[in-house]
């Protein structure tokens, strides 16, 4: 994530004494600080232990700030290699601390690391702070700004020089006297909560199990039995253990007949943090929305989201709010009349009782059986994680010819496999790390990070080490594990995000990052190729008698690829609408968080009952603990975008067509942020992005309402016919 916080000269001094400290520090035996000598300059993750990372950091941060002031006392004119180009390549083993610290401290960490963490991150907000906002750096960014036309530099050149000062301005450094020291509170203030709220929902997520006898297990499948018996045994218990973690509680909500069961896992998911305990998150929201409304206004913006989007490829949170309208009317209809489809069966259950939210799991499953007669549980003995990694690794070959190759390296868990990525020439492109399970010391959903960046030393591009986190469902005894629909094509989804690190040949390290709503293309694209018979017919084989997935099976996952779409659409766009409203507020007034949801989302927009937000305030830790405020809706952006490219794919009547990859590749992936996103996807697709295959893949596509309401910037309004395939 981009650091938009910054300091003034007294921060900087501060940091600066705190830093001194640390010239003290002992970097031998610290492998943080030293040259490493493993292959492929893999981190020594056998070496480093969690006392490792304060001294690092701090020996790090004085190293950066030496660097800086380097910059700033420099006698010369200032120009684009002593100012820019400088910036540039400071502060590079500190991002490397950083990013390793990062991806181990959520897939890995213990109460060590998190002690470390609480302890480091507001010191790293304050140092990067004071760096940003330090008037004698900006003046000197600011002289190479202003005249950076008489310069001869080219496109890139000029980008990082103009993103550079933007990143400054947006960060503060306009702002003088109190209002700078008023938001440097702000931010620190910010980061404090951000990391309580994160605490809170460790704990809450922790504080909740249900656990079962033998006569509670019925009707769930032999699967799921055995995962939860095997997670009652790691916890000392006998009996069936299930958590609020998606995998363990998602197939309990869609097997168990038990509805007083159902309902007591589902309340405990949508009551973390607010459950007006110690653990509660809803004073840490109401504040931080009050910090993020005055930051805005310091900034010179109406609201944190018109901030947030001037930034991205939707430029104002007004188109935000267009997509997300037109994307929920049709959503809300087709999630009310998947819900009619689903009454008679509940009603035959529990004549008289009301349907609830917990409920939808369990009937759409029923109906998903009687309609389409695709039974979920069938379909996973074909996607055995092996078989989808494998289907993954050779989709990218078909399109990109890299191949992988398992290597043995430094690991940081047991639980990784580790790869070398080859180019089309067998040079070496990159190293992926893969840890699919869950674990405790690990955070819910899944991700793909690196742990080194891709940069350029000397001229020589030096090749990224990236990882994949995923929980999927673990082996349980001697069966491998068995991913459902939802896990392989979230597999293929975090390959996509490898792939987009892996290819980067960025010249400069600040124009790394894509815009954030331009982010989950390269990911989102990859869902598209997972279930297409041509390639599922590749990899999706019988884990024990190794029989090809069938023609029948293949054609029943496309038919009911739409099923429940309805649902799935009007819970994201939910989430995506209620972090619009909390940060499009132009003025804060105190807010009950409960009131605001319910208003907002049920009484303005007429969300039904039966249905919850995919993520309520108390717990969306996207917003609150992590990179997404006022930018969950990239996810659904991104997705016009990723339809609309495969729908090239599908043009050209070859799936991994080679000449429109090598152009997503080079024009696109390997480009980083060097161009504005539209920019790129404008050169792959020689056009702009068409709203109508998303559309079309959600079912939500009529003919005279939508092709009328298409007629609106930014996205074209190009009517073409095309069909696709799964999204999630
Ligand atoms: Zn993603």
């Not at 979920?376 to 989808?388: F, G, M, P, Q, T």
Request: charged letters at 25%.
């Amino acid at each position: 994530m981009k650091r938009l916080f910054l300091l003034s000269s007294l921060m900087f001094v501060m940091t600066m004494n705190l830093s001194c400290r640390s010239e003290v520090v002992e970097s031998k035996g610290n492998p943080l600080l030293e040259e490493w000598t493993t292959e492929f300059g893999v981190p020594p993750f056998d070496l480093i232990r969690a006392e490792h990372y304060e001294p690092a950091f701090e020996a790090a941060m004085q190293m950066h700030v030496d660097e800086i002031n380097a910059i700033i006392r420099s006698e010369e004119e200032p120009t684009f290699d002593n100012v820019m180009l400088a910036l540039d390549n400071a502060g590079v083993r500190l991002a490397e601390i950083n990013l390793i610290f990062g991806m181990l401290s959520s897939s890995d960490l213990d109460d060590e690391m998190q002690e470390v963490q609480n302890r480091i991150m507001p010191r790293l907000e304050q140092h990067y702070n004071a760096i940003m906002l330090n008037d004698s750096l900006f003046q000197r960014v600011k002289a190479v700004y202003d005249r950076r036309a008489q310069f001869n530099l080219d496109d890139v050149q000029t980008r990082l020089v103009e993103k550079t000062y933007n990143d400054f301005v947006r960060s503060g450094a306009l702002l003088e006297g109190e209002a700078k020291s008023r938001l440097m509170e702000i931010n620190a203030e910010l980061t404090a909560l951000n990391i309580r709220f994160g605490n809170n929902l460790l704990a809450e997520n922790g504080n909740f199990t249900m656990l079962l006898n033998e006569s509670q297990m019925e009707g769930l499948p032999e699967g799921v039995r055995n995962q939860a018996q095997e997670a009652a045994v790691a916890a000392g218990k006998s009996g069936y253990l299930f958590t609020l973690d998606k995998p363990s509680m998602i197939p309990f909500l869609t097997y168990s007949p038990n509805r007083e069961l159902r309902r007591q896992l589902y309340d405990g998911y949508l009551k973390r943090g607010d459950n007006d305990n110690e653990f509660d998150n809803k004073q840490i929201i109401e504040d931080m929305t009050r910090l993020r409304v005055e930051k805005a206004h310091l900034l010179g913006y109406k609201s944190y989201s018109h901030y947030v989007t001037a930034d991205q490829m939707a430029g104002t949170p007004e188109a935000v709010y267009e997509l997300l309208d037109e994307i929920w009317e049709p959503a809300l209809e087709s999630a009310k009349r998947e819900l009619e489809e689903m009454k008679s069966l509940f009603a035959a259950d529990h004549p008289e009782q009301v349907f609830e939210s917990s409920d939808w799991w369990y009937y759409a499953e029923k109906v998903r059986k009687q309609k389409y007669q695709l039974d979920e549980e069938a379909v996973r003995k074909y996607l055995s994680l092996d078989n989808v990694r494998d289907g993954m690794f050779y989709l990218a070959n078909r399109l990109y010819g890299i191949s992988f190759r398992p290597i043995t390296a430094p690991r940081y868990h047991k639980d990784c496999s580790v790869y070398q990525v080859l180019d089309t020439d067998q040079s070496h492109l990159g190293v992926l790390y893969l840890d699919p399970y869950p674990r405790k010391s690990k955070s819910g959903g899944a991700w793909c990070g690196y742990f080194t960046e891709q940069r350029y030393v000397d001229g020589e591009r030096k090749a990224p080490v990236v990882g994949i986190v995923c929980n999927f469902t673990p082996p349980v005894g001697d069966t491998p594990s068995l991913l459902t629909f939802d896990e392989a094509e979230t597999m293929f989804h975090e390959f996509g995000h490898a792939l987009h690190f892996l290819f980067a040949d960025v010249r400069y390290r600040s124009l790394a990052e894509v815009e954030g709503d331009f982010v989950e293309l390269p990911s989102q694209i990859m869902e598209n190729w997972a279930f297409e018979p041509e390639i599922m017919k590749v990899y999706a084989t019988h884990y024990r008698s190794k029989e090809v997935i069938p023609d029948y099976l293949i054609e029943k996952i496309a038919t009911a690829s739409l099923f429940n779409q309805g649902f799935s659409t009007t819970e994201l766009a939910a989430a995506a609408l209620i972090d619009m409203d909390v940060h499009s507020m132009e003025n804060f007034t105190d807010m009950d968080v409960r009131a605001f949801e319910s208003y907002n989302l049920a009484t303005r927009r007429g969300l039904i009952p039966e249905i919850a937000p995919r993520y309520r305030l108390p717990y969306f830790a996207h917003i609150f603990n992590g990179g997404y405020s006022s930018g969950y809706y990239f996810y659904l952006w991104a997705e016009v975008l990723d339809k609309d490219a495969f729908a090239a794919f599908k043009q050209s009547r070859d799936l991994c067509d080679k000449d429109l990859a090598r152009s997503f590749r080079y024009d696109l992936l390997a480009q980083g942020g060097q161009r504005p996103g539209m920019e790129m996807y404008r050169k792959f697709r020689g056009a702009d992005p068409d709203k109508l295959p998303m559309l079309k893949a959600r079912g939500l596509w009529s003919e005279p309402v939508i092709v009328d309401s298409l007629a609106t910037e930014p996205f074209n309004t190009a009517v073409e016919e095309l069909s696709f395939g799964d999204e999630q």
